[in-house]
Nanobody, 120 residues
Framework: QVHLEESGGDYVQPGGSLRLSCSGS????????MSWYCQASGKERELVAS????????DYVDSVKGRFTVFRDNAENTVYLQMNNLKPDDTAVYYC?????????????WGQGTQVTVSS
């Protein structure tokens, strides 16, 4: 069974940093494209960053470019989101997403989310 577990969310002051982690199991992590999404209260879930299975293709939403870095360790089945210079607008629940093919079936799986709160 596919399982994604996020961790690292916390309460932090503006300008602070956090590192989110997402550990995957139940699938071949190294073949999955991984993404981080965020959902602020009352808003739709939106893509923050994505990284290809090999890590050679990375994309960010404009609002986090230069502040956030996504990277992965396929040996540890983990994807990370390093968040620097955090702003109150970054406050949201952050979700990990995995997309992969297995036995001809496309899978699009989500974690339960981790809360990030940026406030003074």
């Amino acid at each position: 069974q596919v399982h994604l577990e996020e961790s690292g969310g916390d309460y932090v002051q503006p300008g602070g940093s956090l590192r989110l982690s997402c550990s995957g199991s139940g699938f071949t992590f190294a073949t999955a494209a991984m993404s981080w999404y965020c959902q602020a209260s009352g808003k739709e879930r939106e893509l923050v960053a994505s990284i290809s299975s090999t890590g050679d293709k990375i994309d960010y939403v404009d609002s986090v470019k230069g502040r956030f870095t996504v990277f992965r360790d396929n040996a540890e089945n983990t994807v990370y989101l390093q968040m620097n210079n955090l702003k109150p607008d970054d406050t949201a629940v952050y979700y990990c997403n995995a997309r992969f093919w297995r036995a001809g079936v496309f899978h699009n799986s989500w974690g339960q989310g981790t809360q990030v709160t940026v406030s003074s």
